[in-house]
């Protein structure tokens, strides 16, 4: 069983920046690609990035984010971060990490998941 733990989410107003921290332990067989997804009130879970665990790191983005976001990794500490930039309203939910064997295109595809961290953008 593979634990994530996300961190960082918090009260922000539009235009300005924040970064998100994913904290994984335990199951590292099949940890291949890791990712971001948010889920706002009411709406479905939806992809927002999600990179390449091994080998080069291979990156890609919702059209939503693409150009403000940035997701990074750090294997030596099992660490995922998403960096987001020029925030907007739209970008409030709350934002889970994602673990999976295979790429990562949409919720179906994912092995593991944190609780989430609320990230909230203020117009």
């Known amino acids: 069983q593979a634990q994530l733990v996300e961190s960082g989410g918090g009260l922000v107003q539009a235009g300005g920046s924040l970064s998100l921290s994913c904290a994984a332990s335990g199951r590292t067989f099949g940890r291949n690609y890791m990712g971001w997804f948010r889920q706002a009130p009411g709406k479905e879970r939806e992809f927002v990035a999600a990179?390449?665990?091994?080998?080069?790191?291979?990156?890609n983005y919702a059209d939503s984010v693409k150009g403000r976001f940035a997701i990074s990794r750090d294997n030596a500490k099992n660490m995922l971060y998403l960096q987001m930039n020029r925030l907007k309203p739209e970008d409030t939910a709350v934002y889970y990490c994602?673990?999976?064997?295979?790429?990562?295109?949409?919720?179906?595809?994912?092995?593991?998941w944190g609780q989430g961290t609320q990230v909230t953008v203020s117009s």
């Open positions: 994602a673990q999976s064997s295979g790429v990562i295109v949409s919720s179906n595809g994912v092995d593991y």
């Open positions: 990179i390449r665990w091994i080998s080069s790191p291979n990156s």
